[in-house]
């Protein structure tokens, strides 16, 4: 048994796993808020990630003022998508909805092929020490900026759910829409603010999974482990999108390491997620803190 | 969702026989019937190149209707067709290779394997909503591929399979002019099947989970058995689309199952009209004959201003695969019944021609 292996990989898995855990909960932000299942969240990393690049090489820009710019451009670009695209699908089928955001993935992604080129391109040095001994641990200081910009966002997330008045404004819409609508609560604005604050929390998650591994196309990956994460923690619920977000980290670290010391199958890690995510959907298909009244047939 | 058919005002049907004919009239039998040997003859008029998009529209053509009775009839949503399709190939040809199956049986059976694999992703999922179809058939997709890549006594691993060309009765067929045949059978077969289907007794249960499941419910129709029937269907289709489109290449590799792929049949149908039958061989043409409609207009194009601005020759791939996403877009949001229903908007305006009110 290899301990410090282990311990690595645990570690490893906690820092993806919130990563996962702040996508899978801007997922789940435009799922409760609007009834959109996202298949484009991916892409949302993907571009946040390619811009900010794009600012911090070409123009160099330095990164404190390249961040800011690119949050507020995919506050805009999530804007802009749900006006254009999504608004339009209001009332129609949910097959209709689900087949456009794929689509917008499919655009999205081969636009970002076709602008940027497939190769990985590294991100510029950010941090002048590159690991940190915590514990006779080396940590890498991306891996803890990642973490620390995680658990922020969750913070930040719950603090705008629970105490500021335009997120009541956006539970009370994923409540009931006309009921909050009966209330004076702009249900559009609503709906457009759900994707601006989801493609942006996206876009640093995108920004902080580049700084550490590069830009490549490869980044929209995120965008489909957040099915894994999302139903474990229950498709309707912010906090559970954490949880499960955590766990789906963990566990991949944890096939990644039964498969290198015992089993040597190779790329368990990769495909682990998704045996899960069909063994919950039989087992516990609302997840652990999903709504329990999933119309059952 | 797509009106089933345009039945002109004061033609009523007064039996259940004439209600669920498979031709409304004698004359579109006879134009079918023509239809069909005009394509017959295709092999001796058109050149290879066109013949050989002939046979990827009649072969994606199978398993895009197979996706048509899941996603169009029943209103549910797979997204991990291509992984079907591509383990219809494999089973096929491992099928012929190891148990030394004629071709002949091995694509039939094919299409069983494929849906029993089908009704295991299927099973957890169809208990539950639509929604978590989809999420499901995500994960069928992943889990199918990284099968494909690691059962190497199955696939071959990364080494492609090779597949025997289609033999019956021991008379080999070889090339596409012959092969051409045998995927017009199929398709004949398969449409016709699907047609019968959706007329009969569980076709409209079908079609009753979809427009409204708790309506449905309350009539007796069984929505589990319903819902993993159609799931199963699909796949059984998609095996044997999958299995056509291995014996016509005569080799499978692990490329061309991804979820782009899926994707692309999932455009076919939604081009095509959702739940429309005839509409997911236009679909499927449509879809076939885009990326080849690209190809050409870049070689028009070479060295034109346009091309140097798009970058044509190195980006044309990326430029298709966001064409395959635009195309999606535009046709949910402007006709989201698809092909289909423009044709047969089409046949109203010149049946009625010149006084089209």
Known sequence: ?297 | MAGQTLIPAGDFRTSYAADTTVFPTTTSRNAMILGIVLVCLAPHIVSAYVLSLLIQIGIFGIAALGLNIVVGFTGQISIGHAAFFGFGAFTSAYLSNRFGIPVFFCIPLAGVVTAAVGLIFGLPAARLKGLYLAIATLAAQYILLDFFARAEWFTGGSVPASAEPFSIFGYMLRGDKQYFYVVLAYVVVCYLLVTNLIRSRDGRALVAVRDHYLSAEIMGINLTKYRTLSFGLAAFFAGVGGALYAHYNQVVSNEGFGIDRSIIFLAMIIIGGLGSIMGTLMGTAFMVLLPESMEWLSVALRDSPIDQFLGLKNNIAFLREMAIGVIIIVFLVFEPDGLAHRWRQIKAYWKLYPFSH
Not at chain 1, 179 to 189: M, W
């Open chain 1, 1 to 297: 048994m290899n301990t410090q292996l282990l311990i690595q990989l645990l570690v490893n898995g906690l820092v993806v796993g919130t990563l996962y855990g702040v996508v899978a909960m801007s997922f789940v932000l435009i799922y409760k808020a609007t009834q959109v299942v996202n298949f484009a969240q991916g892409e949302l990393l993907l571009v946040g990630a390619w811009v900010c690049w794009w600012l911090l090489t070409k123009y160099q820009v330095p990164f404190y003022l390249g961040m800011p710019i690119t949050l507020v451009f995919m506050f805009l670009f999530g804007i802009a998508i749900q006006i254009v695209i999504l608004r339009p699908m209001i009332g129609e089928p949910i097959i209709s909805v689900i087949m456009v955001t794929i689509a917008l993935s499919t655009v999205f992604s081969a636009l970002m092929k076709w602008m940027f080129g497939v190769n990985l391109q590294p991100f510029p040095r950010i941090f002048q020490t590159q690991n940190i001994n915590i514990l006779g641990l080396q940590v890498q200081t991306v891996y803890l900026m990642s973490l620390a910009v995680s658990v922020a966002m969750m913070i930040g997330m719950a603090w705008f759910f629970r105490l500021s008045k335009y997120g009541l404004a956006m539970r009370a819409t994923a409540f009931n829409q006309q009921v909050a609508q009966s209330l004076g609560i702009s249900v559009k604005s609503v709906f457009a603010m759900a994707w601006a604050i989801s493609a942006t929390v996206s876009a640093v998650a995108g920004v902080v999974v580049a700084v550490v591994n590069g830009v490549s196309a490869g980044l929209s990956a995120y965008g489909v482990k957040v099915f894994p994460a999302a139903i474990l923690g229950g498709l309707d619920s912010v906090g559970g999108a954490v949880l499960g977000g955590i766990i789906i980290g963990l566990l991949e670290n944890v096939a990644h390491f039964l498969d290198s010391e015992y089993l040597h199958w190779g790329n368990l890690y990769e495909i682990a997620p998704f045996y899960a995510l069909i063994i919950i959907l039989m087992i516990k298909p609302y997840g652990l803190f999903g709504t329990k009244d999933i119309e059952r047939v």
